[in-house]
């Protein structure tokens, strides 16, 4: 009985050379192909064309930074803490990726992922997308769930990345379904919910990402790619501007002991 064989399209190498994704590493790849082209390739083990490359890079753009959030914070404290683990600290940070920050490019995603795949034909113009987005903002009120990609606790009269996204994916001929649904729930949902709320960035990216056929278990995955550039930027800052300390200080100086509160 032979040794057993781990196959594998990606990376491989030899004495002489060094191959990914059957192409020389050295020849074929380093200065030629971008770093996005390149993640996108790896998931997909196909090369995109470049007006996927544009959308899946605006994508990645759009979710580097997003200023102080929590993933932001935790990298610079936790950099405070052990500034000899900068992978301790980009990890702190990712870690933190969920269903508040980041993951709603997944959640989002799948959400309309699911919904179409019980439609079938897919709507025809923007009449019959805001018939299917109605039915489906008006089945989530009903269930007491909230629309993935829906509000923005900042961004509360438009997110400035949600309008750009869609105008890139359509110059690119990229627009699909998933993003149609997604605009027509921005059209109809104040219809069922009384009030207007914004698509946001982390939301039409999980549309986007969807559309360009990407697997919807990787989605997360791209935002924490794109955020991990963001917190090697949040790093590079603290070196230079450190205010880790001071929000430490902050909280050490300023807390105050009470009682103890016991749970029932």
């Given at each position: 009985?032979?040794?057993?064989?781990?196959?594998?399209?990606?990376?491989?190498?030899?004495?002489?050379?060094?191959?990914?994704?059957?192409?020389?590493?050295?020849?074929?790849?380093?200065?030629?192909?971008?770093?996005?082209?390149?993640?996108?390739?790896?998931?997909?083990?196909?090369?995109?064309?470049?007006?996927?490359?544009?959308?899946?890079?605006a994508v990645l753009a759009a979710l580097a930074d997003h200023g102080f959030t929590p993933t932001a914070i935790v990298t610079r404290l936790t950099y405070l803490s052990a500034p000899d683990s900068i992978q301790g600290a980009l990890a702190a940070g990712l870690l933190g990726g969920g269903s508040r920050f980041l993951g709603v490019t997944e959640d989002c995603g799948r959400f309309l992922h699911d919904v179409l795949s019980e439609v079938d034909p897919l709507p025809d113009g923007d009449e019959g997308w805001d018939a299917l987005a109605l039915a489906t903002v008006e089945k989530r009120r009903a269930e007491g769930k909230f629309i993935p990609g829906l509000g923005h606790h900042v961004h509360k009269d438009?997110?400035?990345?949600?309008?750009?996204?869609?105008?890139?994916?359509?110059?690119?001929?990229?627009?699909?379904?998933?993003?149609?649904?997604?605009?027509?729930?921005?059209?109809?949902?104040?219809?069922?919910?009384?009030?207007?709320?914004?698509?946001?960035?982390?939301?039409?990216?999980?549309?986007?990402?969807?559309?360009?056929?990407?697997?919807?278990?990787?989605?997360?995955?791209?935002?924490?790619?794109?955020?991990?550039?963001?917190?090697?930027?949040?790093?590079?800052e603290e070196l230079r501007h450190p205010v880790a300390n001071d929000i430490f200080l902050s909280v050490d100086l300023n807390n105050r002991p009470v009682p103890p509160d016991p749970h029932a």
């Open positions: 009985m032979g040794e057993p064989v781990y196959e594998t399209a990606l990376g491989s190498s030899t004495k002489d050379t060094i191959t990914l994704l059957g192409r020389d590493l050295a020849e074929d790849v380093m200065g030629t192909v971008g770093f996005g082209e390149l993640a996108f390739w790896l998931a997909t083990q196909r090369r995109p064309a470049e007006g996927e490359t544009r959308v899946f890079e438009g997110d400035p990345r949600t309008r750009r996204l869609f105008a890139i994916a359509a110059e690119e001929g990229l627009r699909g379904p998933h993003l149609e649904l997604f605009a027509a729930i921005g059209r109809v949902h104040p219809r069922v919910l009384g009030k207007t709320l914004p698509l946001n960035g982390a939301g039409v990216c999980g549309a986007a990402l969807a559309d360009l056929g990407l697997p919807l278990e990787l989605l997360r995955g791209f935002a924490l790619l794109a955020r991990t550039a963001g917190l090697i930027g949040q790093l590079a």
